[in-house]
């Protein structure tokens, strides 16, 4: 499976901006599909996830409300919807995908394939 992460770009603070995800290869494998981001000087932080078999998305606190994951008609890419953006939302942004399990979760290790990552620059 092969990831490719595109849509990111500078924006103010407010804004907004669709991330997609697209996956090409073994695609039936993917159970789960997972957003991450790593802020200069961080560490990466889990975003958001989803596992649409198991109707289940999940959020970190600090996206809760602006963020949304979600993908068309059960089809690829997968999207990242950020709005109300914030100065410290700016980061490189990687989409990750699991092949086993149900639960989509906030753990990098469970996660089996990553993307290349997207800059996301929020100025003030």
């Excluded at 494998?29 to 999940?58: D, H, M, N, Q, Y």
Aim: net charge positive.
């Amino acid at each position: 499976v092969q990831l490719q992460a595109s849509g990111g770009g500078l924006v103010q603070a407010g804004g907004s901006l669709r991330l997609s995800c697209a996956a090409s290869g073994t695609t039936g494998s993917i159970v789960a599909l997972a957003w991450f981001r790593r802020a200069p000087g961080k560490e990466r932080e889990f975003v958001a996830a989803a596992s649409w078999s198991a109707g289940i998305t999940t959020y970190a606190d600090s996206v809760k409300g602006r963020f949304i994951i979600s993908r068309d008609n059960n089809e690829n890419p997968v999207y990242l919807q950020m709005n109300s953006l914030k100065p410290e939302d700016t980061a490189v942004y990687f989409c990750a995908a699991r092949r086993s399990g149900v639960v989509p979760t906030s753990r990098e290790n469970d996660y089996h394939y990553w993307g290349q990552g997207t800059q996301v620059t929020v100025s003030s």
